[in-house]
C-alpha cells in the first residue's frame, strides 16, 4: 500500500466520519431534549449570578461558552446543509432526466443569479400559459354544460 492510497483511505474514512458526525449532532442540536438542556443550563447560570454577585467572570462564562458553540455548530450545520442540498439537487436532476422535463433545468443552481432570472421568467409564462387554457376548457365544458363545471353564475346570484 502507497502513502497516497492510505492518504486516500484515511480521507474518505474522515469524510465518513464527519458526515455521520454532523448528521448526528445536528439531529441532536435540534432535538427538544437539547433545547430544554439549554433552557436549564442558562436557568442555572442566571440563579448561580447573586452567588458570584453578577461578577464578570460569571457574565464572561455565559459568553465564552455560548461562542464556542456557536462557533463550532455553525460549521457542522453548514456541512449537514451542503451535503442535504446537494442530495436534493441530485434528486431533482434525475427526475428531470428521467421525465418529460426540459433538460435546460438539470444544474441549474450553477447558473447565474441572472440565468436564473431569465429561466424563472420564461416558467412563469409557461404557467400562465397553462393557467389560461385551463380556464378555457372550463369555460367551454361550462358552456356545453358538462358534469363538474363551474356553473357559470347568473346576474341574480352574483348579487347575492
Do not use: Y
Not at 137 to 152: C, I, L, S, V, W
Request: charged residues 25%.
Amino acid at each position: 500500500m502507497t502513502l497516497c492510497s492510505w492518504q486516500r483511505i484515511t480521507l474518505r474514512d474522515m469524510d465518513k466520519f464527519f458526515a455521520s458526525f454532523a448528521n448526528a449532532t445536528a439531529r441532536a442540536a435540534g432535538s427538544p431534549v437539547a433545547f430544554l438542556i439549554c433552557v436549564a443550563l442558562v436557568v442555572g447560570w442566571a440563579a448561580a449570578g447573586p452567588f458570584f454577585h453578577f461578577s464578570e467572570n460569571w457574565q464572561l462564562t455565559i459568553n465564552t461558552g455560548t461562542t464556542i458553540v456557536t462557533f463550532l455548530m455553525v460549521f457542522l450545520i453548514q456541512n449537514t446543509q451542503n451535503r442535504d442540498g446537494a442530495a436534493l439537487q441530485t434528486k431533482l436532476d434525475e427526475l428531470i432526466r428521467s421525465s418529460n422535463a426540459g433538460d435546460e433545468f438539470m444544474g441549474i443552481e450553477k447558473l447565474t443569479d441572472k440565468e436564473l432570472a431569465e429561466l424563472h421568467e420564461k416558467c412563469e409564462a409557461a404557467a400562465k400559459r397553462s393557467h389560461a387554457a385551463l380556464d378555457r376548457t372550463r369555460n367551454e365544458r361550462a358552456r356545453r354544460g358538462h358534469k363538474g363545471a363551474p356553473q357559470e353564475a347568473t346576474p341574480t346570484e352574483s348579487k347575492a
